[in-house]
């Protein structure tokens, strides 16, 4: 039996379009870091509080503690964007900056993360509960919160110096993830600004 002109075409294109492999591009994600670093001109202070300020890693709220950037979009509406990332976890970056800002200002002789061996006289704690872009406030803006606790004394005897909560924001000229990490990194500095003010006026000098 002989198969007509026409079938035998489309045949040809349905068993080539089988052998064809289809293939998509996969979206990839893009990966950013705060990098806060303390202002390069800004003044240290001359004579560092004697001793050594343990800083422990930062606790970071649950709906931010993944590595995806956080957007409010409405009242009691969040989203997580899947495909803009932080490199590290937000607890480690933080930290990780915040351990750098505090030696750059010299604040005390040493400051050290709790790997070290060396005997410490004062612990600073911190809990992140905001870094997000709120989309649902006009305009939208980067909101950052953290609240620290200075405690001094080393074994069951620590008092504590204090505890403080700070809310820094900073207006977002668009809705883009770049532009959301450089408010996030204008909005932390502001933290660590006043934190470090506060600190300051805290420790005793020599």
């Known amino acids: 039996m002989r198969i007509p002109v026409t079938l035998a075409a489309i045949l040809a294109l349905v068993c080539a379009a089988a052998c064809v492999k289809l293939e998509r591009q996969p979206v990839e994600k893009r990966f950013y870091a705060l990098?806060?670093?303390?202002?390069?001109?800004?003044?240290?202070?001359?004579?560092?509080?004697?001793?050594?300020?343990?800083?422990?890693?930062?606790?970071?709220?649950?709906?931010?503690?993944?590595?995806?950037?956080?957007?409010?979009?409405?009242?009691?509406?969040?989203?997580?964007?899947?495909?803009?990332?932080?490199?590290?976890?937000?607890?480690?970056?933080?930290?990780?900056?915040?351990?750098?800002?505090?030696?750059?200002a010299r604040l005390c002789s040493e400051v050290v993360d709790p790997s070290s061996l060396a005997a410490h006289q004062y612990i600073l704690e911190g809990n992140v509960t905001s870094l997000h872009g709120d989309l649902a406030e006009k305009p939208a803006q980067a909101v950052v919160e953290m609240q620290f606790l200075l405690l001094k004394g080393g074994g069951d005897e620590r008092a504590v110096l204090m505890t403080k909560q700070y809310r820094r924001s900073a207006p977002l000229a668009s809705n883009s993830p770049q532009e959301l990490v450089r408010a996030q990194r204008e909005a932390v500095a502001a933290v660590y600004a006043a934190l470090e003010a506060d600190l300051r006026a805290v420790l005793p000098r020599k």
Not at 42 to 47: G, K, L, R, T, V
């Open 35 to 104: 990098e806060v670093a303390r202002p390069a001109g800004a003044e240290a202070a001359q004579a560092p509080a004697p001793g050594v300020l343990l800083v422990r890693r930062l606790h970071v709220s649950p709906r931010l503690s993944g590595k995806e950037l956080v957007y409010r979009t409405a009242p009691s509406v969040w989203s997580a964007d899947y495909y803009n990332v932080y490199f590290v976890s937000p607890a480690d970056m933080l930290t990780q900056d915040l351990r750098a800002w505090l030696a750059s």
